[in-house]
């Protein structure tokens, strides 16, 4: 087996053929560019118990006193002697407060994953020009799906939820495993969110607006569907179970609800508990925090009030058009208020459209100018090399397919402050696999000297197939985890 899983392994390491198109878009450029590039790989930070530890200085120390530089007074009215009238006092081991310390902690997140393959997929590959080499395919669509799910928990908060159904209801068909959900509120959009979040393939839990009821709690739903992503009024789901399938539906009826889409088994309990706690990997909404648990409840225990002049962002509901005088007010607040120099800016299109006024019918107000000097003029239209300058600093712009609607962040990112925590890798797990993240650990090495082992099926009987499950066990971070999240800005277009 051993030798057949080797062979395996070297298949999937030639070029790909041609015959397969990947039709997966490319990862967020901003999570490219303001992650992967800058954040550190720390191990030695760790305790045992996975969680990375930060002691902080909360309070000045010592105590200081004026006094004259000529030292204590002297008494010169002796006649020829001088005497000193008192001995300079310094402060003594009662009037010195010492300075307080402090602890905040962010515990690791993990993936768990898995993809396989049979060996009718095997013999298909060996049709020529037919469907290309599914086998590596299959592999990079695995990779696909790991990018994608880091890149998209970046940008969520603790909620976990990555889109809303709007106004959802469905029918049921296909042995009442597959629901098509189409939107009956009377607009043309039936999903709430960014479109980018969401791929067929994905499988997700299902709960109620609010993170109330979860209809999932026998299994997984997933997205079968191409996705309208201009107007999209309608999905389809396929459940694992069929009595979730009809749960949803019996929620659904009335047409007028909106449900949430999680990442499948993100949240630590399917129960209705209210909590809607996640265990995806931290993005920076989880440190931009003006209350509640650094770091969110899953991963940190440290309340931002409590050091609110260490740890508090600035959020603000701009609840209207972002201009540059406004930006610049917002920047100006936070940095008198904290003396950090922020260096990085994310928001949409939409948002940086608005404020450059691009879209705007009043040329006399927008950024876009002509001149002439008695030649034919060249023009080229759009943007590039955008920044922000404050302070005489110029702040990286990055615009993103991928954070909320109407929301723009403007964090620090250089200086190593981003940090991306691993624990150290188990030795017989390691395997350079391309495409995917460089901290996966697969359980196969520890057997074989390939990713690939054998699959069983439930009960422990063989099957025709071949698995390479894996872990990646990941945590982000900030060292420097104040900045400003900025929401509700209005978009152009809406």
Known sequence: ???????????????LVKGI?????GLDRTYKAVVSSRERVVQD???????????FVTSLGGAMRPGSPNGPDM????????MISAHDTYPGVADVPLPGLGNRFITLAKWRGNTVMNTAMLRAQKIKNTVGNYPAESLMATADLVAHGLATSWYLNDSAKIIALDDAACTLSGGD????????????VLIEGRFQRIKPGMQFDVWSDGMATCYTQNGWAMLTSNVDMFAPTSITLFFQNTADAVAFNAAATAGTADFDLVPYDAIATKTADGTGLSRLPCGFQSWIRA??????????????????????????TVSAGLTETLLQQYLTTFNEATGIDLDTIVTTQGVLNNMMNTYGPDASTSLVRFER???????VLGSSNLGILFNGKMLDLNVSTFIDKGQMS????????????????????????????????????????????????PGGGKTDGIEAPFDLPVQHAAREVRGILLSSITETPA
């Open 21 to 25: 198109e990947n039709r997966i878009m």
């Open 177 to 188: 495993h597959v629901a098509t959900v189409t939107e009956t509120g009377g607009g043309n």
């Open 1 to 15: 087996m051993s030798v057949m899983l080797t062979a395996l392994s070297n298949l999937f390491e030639q070029d």
């Open 373 to 379: 000097h008695g030649e034919g003029s060249k023009h």
């Open 410 to 457: 403007v964090l620090k990112t250089q200086d190593n402050n981003l940090i991306r925590y691993q624990p150290p890798r188990v030795d017989d797990t390691i395997a350079s696999v391309e495409g995917f993240d460089a901290g996966i650990e697969w359980l196969g090495k520890m057997f074989y000297d390939t990713i690939w082992m054998p699959s069983s099926a």
């Open 45 to 55: 930070e760790l305790s045992k118990d996975w969680k990375a530890i930060h002691t």
């Open 291 to 316: 209350t509640g648990t650094l770091f969110g409840s899953s991963f940190g225990d440290l309340d931002v009030t409590t050091y609110g002049s260490m740890f508090k962002s600035y959020l603000v």
């Open 75 to 82: 008494r010169s009215n002796t006649g020829s002697t001088q």
